[in-house]
């Protein structure tokens, strides 16, 4: 459980561009991937720009639900990896594990299972999770909620004084 998350961590499209931008400099490092797992939904679009940077052409999803909203349910396997992807690992492909962020680690334990030999790679990780990533770019405290661009909007913030004008 997450809750009460004290602290809030707004993400924008630039920094969050930037951070998965950084986390494709750190692979690349690393050797190459013959191809991508994104955890859906979060992992979509950090995948979208690590494969773009490390010129990947397969990628394969994994649904996973695990929140509603900031609370944590159990873990609900949506859809699973396709039979060639794991066809693929299991000849000795070097495959990568990609999701925005690891929290409890509750998703990537599940994830890991389906495919044991892969690079677990995420933008953000909290203390709870981070021993399940391989490698990962900022860490924030595990009170404090990370909020994504994509369920974000601009809006109206009052002044720090408390007044309306
Ligand atoms: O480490 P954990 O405690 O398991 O939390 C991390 C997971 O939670 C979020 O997914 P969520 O279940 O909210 O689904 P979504 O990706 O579709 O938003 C996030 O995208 C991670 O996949
Ligand atoms: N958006 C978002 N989803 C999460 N799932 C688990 N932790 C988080 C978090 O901090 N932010
Ligand atoms: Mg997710």
């Known amino acids: 459980m997450n809750n009460p998350n004290e602290k809030s961590f707004p993400v924008s499209w630039d920094q969050f561009h930037r951070d998965s931008r950084a986390l494709a400099w750190r692979l690349a490092g690393l ?13 979509l679009v950090p995948a979208a720009i690590v494969a773009r940077e490390l010129n990947i052409r ?5 649904a ?6 900031q609370n944590q349910g159990g873990i609900k396997v949506l859809k699973e990896i396709s039979p060639p992807l794991l066809e693929l690992a299991r000849g000795g492909a070097k495959i990568l594990i990609v ?5 409890t680690g509750s998703t ?8 044991p030999g892969a690079h677990f790679a995420t933008v ?17 405290s595990q009170d404090t909620w990370i909020f ?18």
């Open 64 to 69: 996973v639900k695990s929140y509603d909203h």
């Open 108 to 115: 990537a334990r599940v994830v890991r299972e389906m495919l």
């Open 31 to 43: 050797g190459s991937f013959d191809a991508i797992v994104a955890i859906a939904r979060g992992g």
């Open 58 to 62: 397969t990628v394969e999803t994994v």
């Open 148 to 165: 994504f661009p994509w369920d974000l909007d601009v809006a109206y913030v009052a002044p720090i004084s408390g007044g309306t004008d």
């Open 124 to 140: 953000y990780a909290k203390p709870k999770g981070r021993e399940m990533v391989d490698t990962f770019i900022t860490e924030v």
């Open 99 to 103: 999701d925005d962020l690891v929290d």
